[in-house]
């Protein structure tokens, strides 16, 4: 069965520091590939998407994606975490092409320390 | 342009009850899924509709149902509540197939 993975459920930085989320899915074939961020009590949030284009995805806040085909990866960086940043982040795939149904990694919780 | 709106954000009921939802998506936007999330098993999949058809469904018993009218607003139903269907239930809106989907604010459902 297809699957995404998020090695971590919590990650903790200190503001200022470098961000990095990690993301694995398994395909052969690329699918398309998406960050959300969850804020409490709230919906999700697109903050980028690959859809075969640049491999180096730039999104909203400050944050960037690399997609890499050999490694099945696509890692949430951003350079520098603000307090804001703190939140729930989700990868999620869309295998299905025809369709609009999204299979989602764990989550991450990103703690960010003053 | 105004977002996905979810009604109502928070709901009680009892075991055996059944519950309906609604989303209305963003204007113009035809295709509208749904999804589930607890702390247990994470977000998953329920059901996508596109056009008033129900295109994908997720592995969900089927007490677990949907629809969408013409004006592509779009309601789920959950019938004989358990208590594991205890969640936040989002749904998902786009332009179309494979487009990004863009969520709404959820509707927090407990069941006691």
């Known amino acids: 069965a297809q699957s995404v993975t998020q090695l971590g459920s919590h990650v903790s930085v200190s503001e200022g520091a470098l961000v990095l989320l990690r993301c694995n899915y398994s395909s052969s074939v690329p699918p398309y590939l998406f960050w959300y961020v969850q804020y409490p009590n709230q919906g999700l949030q697109l903050l980028l998407k690959y859809t075969s284009a640049a491999t180096l995805v730039k999104g909203i806040n400050g944050f960037e994606a690399e997609f890499k085909k050999s490694e099945t990866s696509f890692h949430l960086t951003k350079p520098s975490a603000h307090m804001s940043d703190a939140a729930e982040y989700f990868c999620a795939v869309n295998y299905n092409n025809a369709g609009n149904m999204l299979t989602f990694g764990g989550g991450t919780r990103l703690m960010v320390k003053p | 342009k105004a977002g996905v709106t979810q009604t109502p954000r928070y709901l009680i009921k009892t075991r055996g009850q059944q519950v309906t939802l609604s989303c209305s998506p963003i204007?113009?936007?035809?295709?509208v899924s749904w999804y589930q999330q607890t702390p247990g098993q994470g977000l998953q999949f329920l059901f996508e509709?596109?056009?008033?058809?129900?295109?994908n469904k997720g592995n969900f018993p089927g007490r677990f149902s949907g629809r969408q009218f013409s004006n592509s607003r779009s309601e789920m139903n959950v019938s004989t509540l358990e208590l594991g269907d205890s969640a936040l239930y989002l749904c998902?809106?786009?332009?179309?197939?494979?487009?990004?989907?863009?969520f709404g604010p959820g509707t927090r459902l407990l069941v006691l």
């Open positions: 204007s113009g936007h035809r295709s």
């Open positions: 509709y596109f056009s008033e058809t129900q295109r």
């Open positions: 998902a809106s786009s332009l179309g197939r494979s487009e990004t989907q863009y």
